[in-house]
Structure formats: structure tokens, C-alpha cells
């Protein structure tokens, strides 16, 4: 039976944003955001790229004439979105965006690591969302799947050992998000633990915005007893900036 070949054509692409300096910390990029997620983040801010099923709303063919008007201008290209790492097309477009030029970034919550492992030497920067331990996703995303992504980490941390002395490392930053009453808050020494035995040097400790959420979230919301939860933040501030992390990025709502 033929294989079926995967080209850079059949990404769904939910959007591109021409230029941004926030999505690859320290570079200025274009973002392209693939369609579609396994997960169900409670306080996910991009519910509409949630659904697997939605078709893109852009064309490769469109992105790609746009990066070649953009050659020698961006540092690099991320893809972001949902879940990059969802779509087996994502393999060939990266590989085309390297052929322009451009370095490469990918965010992803670590879903997909046999997807993972099959990119990430093609890749100079990951933003990683660890969002809970191994054992602990199920009330942040619905189903027990950290260990996916906690592997995507040991993926992650092999390569970058491994391009540490060559002309192309791997540079990264590990993120995990809190909210208030929610149970990574209460877990997170016993995460920054486990990421620092690791040997993870660049960690960002960000809080759930509500905008974009879904209307459940932001009915939780609502209930927050706030003052009680500064508290709490500056408490977990604290321990991520005594964690010992290279680097440690705070992200306040
Ligand atoms: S992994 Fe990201 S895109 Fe998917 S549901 Fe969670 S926050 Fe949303």
C-alpha cells in the first residue's frame, strides 16, 4: 500500500500574526497558530483553535509567500497554537521555513512527543507549557495525559545537552501557569522540584489571564477570594525565584 506523503499544504492554519515580539521571547517573529488540540485547558485563552475538526482559515501557500517577502526582517518563524505538534504536516513546514531562513520556535503543551522528537533538532527555540506533575493534568486539561509531557521535557532537555557545544543550540523556557484555588498552585514546590532535578535552568511562572477563557472559567473567576490569592502568588513568586532557575520569568495576569 503507497504511504501517504504529508505536505506543508495540508496544515490547518487557524491565523498568522505578521510580527511579534512577545510570542519568541527576545526575538522578533511571525507567529503562525495550527488549528486544533486534544486538550481542554480550563483557562485556555485560544478556545476557538481548540477544535481538531475546524478547517484552517489560511493557505501554506499564503503564509509562505509572506515569509519569503519577510527574508533577512524576522529573526525567526513560531508555531504556535493549539497544539503545533497535532499536525504531521508541521514536520515538512518547518522544514521549508528553515529553507528560507528563518529560525525556528515552537510552543506546545508537550501532547504529541513522538511529534515532538521528530522536529525538535529542526528547532532553536521551545517555549514548553508543563502545567501540572505527571500525575496531576486532569483537572487543569480533562484527562490524564502529563506524562506526555513531562516526556516532551526529557526530549526537550536531551537535545538541548546535545547542541549545547554546536553552532545551532537549542535555547528554551519552561512555563507553568497557576490560578487561584487551582491545584497546581498548591503542587507547585513538588513541580519545580521535580524540573530542577531535571536540570530545567529556564522556568516562567505565569498567571491564568481571563480574557479569552471560556465562559466557565470566567464564572469561576468570579468567585476568587483575590486578596487571598495575592498572598498565595507572592508565596509561589518566591519559591521559583529561589529555585536556583538561570533563568526565572514572572508572569502576572
Ligand atoms: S494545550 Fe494550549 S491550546 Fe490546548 S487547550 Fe490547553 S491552553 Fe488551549
Redesign the pocket.
Known sequence: MPTAVTSASDLAIAGYVPLSTIDWPGALCASVFLQG?????V?????E??DPRANGQVAWEDVRAFLERRRGLLDGVVFS???ATRQPALVPAIQEVRELGFRIGLHT?G?YPARFADVVSDVDWVGL?I?ASATGYRPI?GVDAGAKAWQCLDLLLADVARRRTTNQPLTYEVRTTVFPGSTVARELPDIISALRERGVENFALQEARERGTSPQFQEQAREWDLPAWRHTWEGLVAQVEQAGFTTAVIRPA
Open positions: 488540540c486534544p486538550w481542554s485547558c483557562y485556555c485563552q485560544n478556545t483553535l481548540m497554537g493549539g497544539e503543551a501532547a507549557d502545567k486539561i
